[in-house]
Every structure is written in C-alpha cells, then in structure tokens.
T-cell receptor
Framework: EAQVTQNPRYLITVTGKKLTVTCSQNMNHEYMSWYRQDPGLGLRQIYYSMNVEVTDKGDVPEGYKVSRKEKRNFPLILESPSPNQTSLYFC?????????????FGPGTRLTVL | DQQVKQNSPSLSVQEGRISILNCDYT??????FLWYKKYPAEGPTFLISISSIKDKNEDGRFTVFLNKSAKHLSLHIVPSQPGDSAVYFC?????????FGQGTILTVHP
C-alpha cells in the first residue's frame, strides 16, 4: 500500500532532550516536507527536500534539523526541544520536485514538550 | 505575514445545501492553488486544485473558483453531506515551499 509513515505517533518528552521523528514513504517520491499544525495557525512548513541531499528551509525552521540521505526517508530532528515546539507534526511527500502538485501526508505525530 | 488567509474559522451548513469556503492571498506570484481536507486524527488529503490560467475547476460535488484580480478563491461543495464535515485548508506553492491558510472547520448537519 502506497503510504507515508511517521514514528512515533505520540511522544511526550522534556525540555532539552534530543529527539527524532522518522518519516518514510514507499512511493519513490522526490519531494518530502515537514509541517506543524497549531490552533489558529493552520499548517506551517518547517523544512522541505526536493531530492536526496537537497534540503531547504520552510517558514518555521528554527529549532529543527532535517536530513535526506536516502530518497525514502526524511527524519525531523529536534536537538534541544522546548515547550513552544509542542505541536502536531505532519510529514508529506510528492512525486515531483516542484511544490505545485498533490502531496501525500502521513498520519501525524503529536509531540508534547514539558 | 500571512500570505494565505482563511478568515472564517468555522462554517455550519445543513445537509443538501451549498457550502462555500473562502480563501484570500496576498502574493500575486502564486499561480497554483490547492485545497486539502483533514479529518481528526488523520493527515490532510488532497481535494482539488486550480491553475491561475483558469477561473474554475470542477470535480464532482466540488468546484473551486479563482478570482485573480481580487486575489480570492473559493471552494463550493454541492450538495453538502455529513461526511464532508472536516477542516479545509487552502494552499499555494512557491516552487518548493507550500503556504497553507489557517483552515476552516466545516460542519454539515443532517
């Protein structure tokens, strides 16, 4: 089944404890992206990647890192999480490099930073 | 600076009637727009899109209208069904970046 998977789905952690949220897609998509969803703010893009080893900042990259070492995986790294990073996170992928086509989203990861 | 705005946080409609969801944008360079639908506990799913060379795109019960001079687009759902109850986001790409609106919660009452 074609899908985007994220792990973990739920995570409660404490301030400053490094964490990684994994994202994997099995559709051989070139484009991948991370978003956070917050009440009243909609979805905001954190980072995106148009291809392996190519990553770019979205609108809210501060406090996050990403890597794209292989096509199928795009992990989101929080080196020193803070409470303002408590949010619902979505990973997405798309078949072509440009952003103007349908993106397929994962089920989301709900992160709480205490 | 919110380049894509959905000014109505929520909309309530009776089953069978029309739902109209609105979206405004400020960046005149945007030339493609997408609508996504999101149910609770799921990721967003693509619904319909429109290129700036068109002013209307239709897919079954869903129609998106684009008014470039007003920098405004709207999503029409006719007839509305209870299963349409969800959060709807409009979005605009700028090459690799994708900017979403704040979302509108649609509730369709039986």
């Amino acid at each position: 089944e074609a899908q985007v998977t994220q792990n973990p789905r739920y995570l409660i952690t404490v301030t400053g404890k490094k964490l990684t949220v994994t994202c994997s897609q099995n559709m051989n998509h070139e484009y991948m992206s991370w978003y956070r969803q917050d009440p009243g703010l909609g979805l905001r893009q954190i980072y995106y990647s148009m291809n392996v080893e190519v990553t770019d900042k979205g609108d809210v990259p501060e406090g996050y890192k990403v890597s794209r070492k292989e096509k199928r995986n795009f992990p989101l790294i929080l080196e020193s999480p803070s409470p303002n990073q408590t949010s619902l996170y979505f990973c997405a992928s798309s078949p072509r490099r440009a952003g103007n086509n349908e993106q397929f989203f994962g089920p989301g990861t709900r992160l709480t930073v205490l | 600076d919110q380049q894509v705005k959905q000014n109505s946080p929520s909309l309530s409609v009776q089953e069978g009637r029309i739902s109209i969801l609105n979206c405004d944008y400020t960046n005149s360079m945007f030339d493609y727009f997408l609508w996504y639908k999101k149910y609770p506990a799921e990721g967003p799913t693509f619904l319909i899109s429109i290129s700036s060379i068109k002013d209307k795109n239709e897919d079954g019960r869903f129609t998106v209208f684009l008014n470039k001079s007003a920098k405004h687009l709207s999503l029409h759902i006719v007839p509305s069904q209870p299963g349409d109850s969800a959060v709807y986001f409009c979005a605009a790409p700028d090459y690799g970046k994708l900017t979403f609106g704040q979302g509108t919660i649609l509730t369709v009452h039986p």
